[in-house]
């Protein structure tokens, strides 16, 4: 798991292949399995690989979602913003997808969504909303995750990028 964790790094940067089924239903069925609180499992996913639609969502916030549109694959995270937990619930399975990722050989990155808002100063979560044809009033977007194959490399990272000075021990 240490290996796995050494090597995940965000990837801005992909190559114009698809990402198979079978990877993208190990993606899906992995974070599925992710913890919730009180195991209310608010989170709702929308796996887009219709390019057009990736295109639009590049356009969801102001700045730092431009990366996406190049992705063959974008998985949007919504949260039942009636359950309590729904943001640490959406952001352990968001860790999750990066994480089966990895693990499957593909490249990932986090665009955080919620409470932005678009170029133009319009809410991000009803610009998404409406793109992606979701009309229940108690989801909200949480985030998205660009996947594909990595067309750029970084090396993983070592024991010495670790910032051991910021934890503390009690005995």
């Known amino acids: ?5 050494y090597k995940r790094r965000s990837i801005r940067k992909f190559k114009n292949l698809r990402v198979e089924k079978e990877k993208i239903n190990e993606i899906i069925e992995g974070t599925l399995l992710s913890p ?23 356009e969801s916030k102001n700045t730092g979602a431009q990366l996406v549109e190049e992705a063959p694959l974008v998985i949007v995270v919504f949260g039942d913003k009636n359950a309590t937990t729904w943001i640490e619930d959406t952001s352990i399975a968001l860790t999750y997808m990066h994480l089966l990722a ?12 919620r409470d932005r808002v678009t170029k133009d100063e319009k809410s991000t979560n009803e610009y998404v ?43």
């Open 102 to 113: 990895t693990n499957l050989d593909l490249g990932s990155c986090w665009v955080q969504l």
């Open 1 to 5: 798991m240490l290996d796995l964790l």
């Open 129 to 171: 909303k409406k793109l992606l044809d979701i009309k229940e009033d108690n989801l909200e977007v949480e985030a998205m995750i660009a996947i594909g194959y990595a067309d750029e490399e970084k090396p993983k990272r070592t024991k010495d990028d670790l910032l051991f000075d910021k934890v503390k021990y009690i005995d």
């Open 36 to 58: 919730s609180g009180r195991n209310k499992k608010p989170w709702h996913f929308v796996v887009v690989t219709n390019k057009e639609i990736i295109k639009k969502l590049a």
